[in-house]
């Protein structure tokens, strides 16, 4: 089975290190979750998966492949895609169009281009939404667009970066299913980064908890539960800004 992964990757910014000798593999299908307090590396570790940054020490290897080098739209390209925090829609446009936009960047016609993101968006649930300019929609359906076009020339990896922030435990729960489906229906690996701990907790196979840069557990659900150092971890995080994540690993 191939798989995506990062081999003891480092990142140092100006001498410090954002991230050491980190590991971690994304398998096809499967749902892997990348959890931590704010500042422990989660976005460095998707830039570097993604090409937007270069790894100081080790590789990032699709199939066994090294990527090192290769600029961010050609690690698209090789299907590997991802969502950013902000989400980063093009704004003055409408929602169809920014999925064919991705799809004709990937190489298909236009008209192919414009028959998958219909397709994309009915598979989602959001055709509705297909006119509408995309600066101009809530949060949480930005969220879902940023999904679909993510989708766009069904890439075999997909990493999600923050995409339950500001939902309600409602829109967290179809956001879930939605993640089910693209594992399970399109066989996708998934990387899901995030806050809510229990949505997490309750969506994958496998997590890897980073710390101040380095991986300090990772294992089943029921590992990260029982884990006294992700307990640890966490503890002066959610004091500080009131979070239930405690009670999340309880």
């Known amino acids: ?7 003891n990757v480092s990142v140092a910014f100006a001498g410090l290190k954002a991230l050491s000798s980190v590991t971690l593999d994304i398998t096809p299908g499967h749902i892997s979750g990348l959890i ?33 080098g290769l600029k ?8 590997i895609a991802r969502t950013f925090q902000g989400g980063r829609l093009f704004r003055d446009l409408a929602v ?5 936009v991705t799809g004709v960047g990937l190489g298909m016609s236009r008209r192919a281009a414009v028959a ?30 940023a999904i679909g076009r993510a989708l766009m020339g069904r890439p075999a990896y997909i990493l999600l970066d923050e995409p339950a922030a500001g939902m309600s435990s409602h829109e967290a729960a179809d956001l879930s299913a939605l993640v ?31 710390d101040s840069g380095a991986v300090i557990e990772e294992g ?9 150092r992700v307990r640890h971890a966490y503890m002066g ?10 009670e999340a690993l309880q």
């Not at 090409?51 to 590789?59: I, L, N, P, R, V």
């Not at 169809?96 to 064919?100: A, G, K």
């Not at 995080?237 to 405690?246: D, I, M, S, Y």
């Open 1 to 7: 089975m191939g798989h995506l992964s990062a081999e």
């Open 116 to 145: 998958e993101a219909e397709a994309m968006l009915e598979w989602i649930g959001i055709s509705p939404l297909g006119a509408r300019i995309a600066g101009t929609l809530p949060y949480t359906d930005e969220r879902r667009v």
């Open 96 to 100: 169809i169009d920014n999925l064919e």
């Open 72 to 79: 961010p739209h050609q690690v698209r390209r090789r299907g």
């Open 180 to 210: 089910r489906r693209i594992a399970r229906d399109l066989g996708c690996g998934v990387l899901i980064i995030e806050h809510n701990v229990g949505l997490v907790l309750g969506l994958c196979d496998h997590i890897v908890v980073l």
């Open 36 to 68: 931590g307090p704010n500042g422990a590396g989660k976005t460095t570790l998707v830039n570097v998966l993604t090409g937007f940054q270069a790894a100081t020490e080790g590789a990032v290897k699709l199939d066994g492949t090294p990527l090192g």
């Open 237 to 246: 995080t959610a004091a500080e800004a009131g979070l239930p994540v405690v």
């Open 220 to 228: 089943t659900p029921a590992a990260i539960r029982g884990s006294e």
